[in-house]
Nanobody
Framework: QVQLVESGGGLVQPGGSLRLSCAAS????????VYWYRQAPGQERELVAQ????????DYADSVKGRFTISRDNAKNTAWLQMNNLKPEDTAIYYC?????RGQGTQVTISS
């Protein structure tokens, strides 16, 4: 079965950076779009970024454009979300989705 493991979250100050990873197994990773979502307490899930199966095409939520970068390496079955200039409103649990499956998420907290 599909297994996705997110990592890289943590507590950082506003303006800081984090790099999230999504390691996939049990799936033909290179065939699928990868999505990064986030969900903050009491809020709806938000699609943050997505990347095509080849990695040639990416898209971002307006709230993170210019600050976040999604990437992938199909040889490693891994995707990343580089997050720069983090803001308190970026605080959430971040999940990657591949082939209609998601991992357990990784907590990102932005606070001074």
């Amino acid at each position: 079965q599909v297994q996705l493991v997110e990592s890289g979250g943590g507590l950082v100050q506003p303006g800081g950076s984090l790099r999230l990873s999504c390691a996939a197994s049990g799936v033909a990773f290179s065939r699928y779009i990868v999505y990064w979502y986030r969900q903050a307490p009491g809020q709806e899930r938000e699609l943050v970024a997505q990347i095509s199966s080849t990695g040639r095409s990416t898209d971002y939520a307006d709230s993170v454009k210019g600050r976040f970068t999604i990437s992938r390496d199909n040889a490693k079955n891994t995707a990343w979300l580089q997050m720069n200039n983090l803001k308190p409103e970026d605080t959430a649990i971040y999940y990657c989705f591949v082939a209609a499956s998601r991992g357990q998420g990784t907590q990102v907290t932005i606070s001074s």
